[in-house]
Structure formats: C-alpha cells, structure tokens
C-alpha cells in the first residue's frame, strides 16, 4: 500500500495521544496546575492534530463530517464517535486538574475506555481488510494498542509501565513482520482468485490492464526492497522500543531524559508504521501482474 504521510501522522500521534490522555484519566500521572495543563494540553494537541492529518488524505475533506453518520457498518464512523466522547468527557477532568481541582475516578475511568476504544475502531480499520492478508490479523490491533499504551507510558513518565511495554512492543514487532511476511502466500490468494477465473483454468497474465498507472496502482501497489525493509525493521524496533526501554531502565527519569526518549520513540512509530503501509500487499496487485 502507498504509505501517505497523513495516515502515518494521524495513527502515529492520535494513537500516542490517546494513550497519553488515559493514562492521565486513570490517574497514572496525578498532576496539577502548569504541569496539568501541559500534559493535557500535549495529549489533546497530539489526539486532535493526527486526526485532523487524516482529514488531508480524502480526497474531499469538507465531507469528513459525512463519516459520522456510518456508525452502524464503518469502523471509521465508529473511531470518530469514539473520539469525540473521549475527548468531550475528559475535558472537564483536564480541567479540574488544570485549575487544581479533582473529579472522582469514574469520570476519568470512562474517558480512558473510549481513549482505548477510539485506537481498538483505528485499528479495525484495517484489520477488516481481507484484502490486504497482512493486515487481517491479530497482530494489527496488538499493534496499534501496544503503541498507544508505550507512547502514552512515556509520554506520562511511567517508568515501569514504560519499559515493560517498550519489551513487549519489541517482542511484537518482531512477530509481526515474520508472521506478516507469511500472511499473504496463507491466505492462498493468486491471480485466478484476483480475477475470478480460477475455476476455468490456470490464469496468466497477458498485457497489462491499462497503458498508464491508475487509482489503485498508485493507492494499492507499492513495492519496497528487501534489504531496504529489513534495515528500515531494525530501525523501527530499535527506536520505537530498545532505546527508550533501556532509558527507563538505566537513566533517572529527569524530564530532559523523558522528553528525549519520547522522541526517539515517535520517530521510531514512524518508521515502523510506514512499514505497516509499505509492505502491506492488496490483493488487487496480482490483476496487474505486481505481486
């Protein structure tokens, strides 16, 4: 799949930023006044701003409010309502704690559900996808949960919790690309399943569908190197969870210290997500012969 920038940003910082914000709900971080305010403040900019950097990948962002009202079949419409009741419902606790106050716990508690449920339907978005068998698995809700609650760890200065999580996003990312590396050969899909004339015979390609690139070979189709993808796998594991593990466990956990490791581990989400587009293959490549 073409990795767009937009959904790169919006699942990276939306996924961290409502991870920050329920930890800040459950009360893993009690903070009050200026630090309050910043800490909410962080999660807020980083859940709003990757979901407006979602609006700039549809092709007419003025209709992203049309989304909403397809609750009932669209994990999207599903992630957008959830958004907006978690960040509806922990605006009064961020402002109870800003201004030095307190809200009981089950304010907080509901407000962390719909955080998590808002990255559990962005998750769906594609697992659903049949047609994508890297996806359509378990590892990409695993995924997509375990980096929001290790984004939000650090973020929130969980020590702990942080570096438990940074191993265990590891040991999943590490699952995911050997287990994806199979996903598309077991799902048993070729080019007779592609054009549905498996039955008849075996099926080869004679020309190319169309003299130009299209939609979905410009959306669908991207082909990235092997030696490519298996350094840019390191890189993603190694950012996005050993160096900021081993900062948890080995450096005093000073704000300069937690700011660093937050960004190593942001830039590593990146890389890794853009993998997550990049070597996701659709189906629809074997009808132009690109598998």
Known sequence: MHPAPSVILFTVLSGAGFGLLAFLALGAAPVYGLQAFLLWGLGYALAVGGL???????????????????????????????????????????????FGGGLPPVFGGIGAVFCLLTVVATSMIYTQLRT?????????????????LTGGAILSGQVVPAAILCIVLALLLVAAFRLGDRRFADAGADIGSATGLGAVGAVRVLAPPHTGPNYLMKEMIHVVGRKHSARLRQIAIVLSAVVPGLIFLFVPP????????????IAGAMVARWLFFAEAEHVVGLYYGRR
């Open 52 to 98: 407006l950097a979602s609006t700039f990948h549809l092709g007419n962002p003025q209709r992203a409010l049309r989304a909403f009202t397809q609750w009932r079949t669209s994990w999207l419409s599903r992630e957008g309502w959830a958004s907006m009741a978690a960040l509806l419902l922990l605006a009064p606790v961020a402002l109870a704690a800003i």
């Open 132 to 148: 994508v068998p890297r996806w359509n698995f378990w590892t990409t809700p695993a995924l997509f949960m375990t980096f929001a």
């Open 254 to 265: 000073f704000p300069v210290v937690l700011g660093v490791a937050a960004v190593i581990h």
